[in-house]
């Protein structure tokens, strides 16, 4: 592949911008993971990098095709729709299991089953 | 008319998704239509319910709240981290009450919560209509529950019911 020579500098330069940044929050959100102290303060931090982080890394991505095809390319709006509608699912699910974890185990701080209110 | 599209949203968007995909062409646009069809033909015997958009024009105004929320909530959340965890803000949960029953507009309300960082959807209670939720930077309890209730609850009640 040698088509990215005949790339503009200043396309080269917007693309690098966006894909740096995309690549900045997602870490971010990675060492967010880390430093976070308890398990449902861990599950906000990746989500800087299922949305702007993602949305970066993207935007990135259509700008290269569309500037080396010289036509509009528009895939990575269908990987930002999935992304979108599916990390609710694993959210939610490890979310729910932590929460019925700790009900089960009686954790101080956790709201109780449903029928008990 | 119903009988071969029964949905007809669920059917441009798949074809929408294949000429994404494959380019557009006249034989592309063709193959799309018959298995676009197919597909939501094939989906009509799982029997989904059926949302109603009622109006388009709030759905942009939702759209470009998210947007704005969603980079908003970023940096928030990016501040947070870089703080470290001895800051003075304290994570929590929540219980927001809610008026939506739509189905759809739960999934959507979830999609919204799960997307801006610093909101987890955790819980919903159909029975007392309620949401728990697990909170980042809880700080004022009242806030969240009119970010919810006053910003996007509106306006997806406004869509779907």
Redesign the interface.
Known sequence: MNATADLPLWVAVLVAIFIIFGAAVTLLGAIGLVRMRTFYARLHAPTLGTTLGTGGVLVASMILSSALQSRLVLHEIAIAVFVTVTTPVTLMLLGRAALYRDRIEKKPGIPPFESER | MTRWLPYPVLTASLLV?WL??NGVSAGHLLLGTVLAIGAARTMAALQPSKPRVRRWDSVVRLVAIVFVD??RS?IA??R???E??DRPGQ?G?L?VPLALNDRTAL?VL??I???????????Y?S??DTL?L?V?DLGEEQDWIDLIKKRYEPLLLEIFE
């Open positions: 998704m994404l995909l969603l980079v970023n959340v990016g947070i981290i870089i470290g965890p994570p949960f219980v999934a979830a999609c919560l799960t997307a801006t960082p610093g909101t987890a959807w955790l819980e209670r029975r007392r728990l697990h980042l």
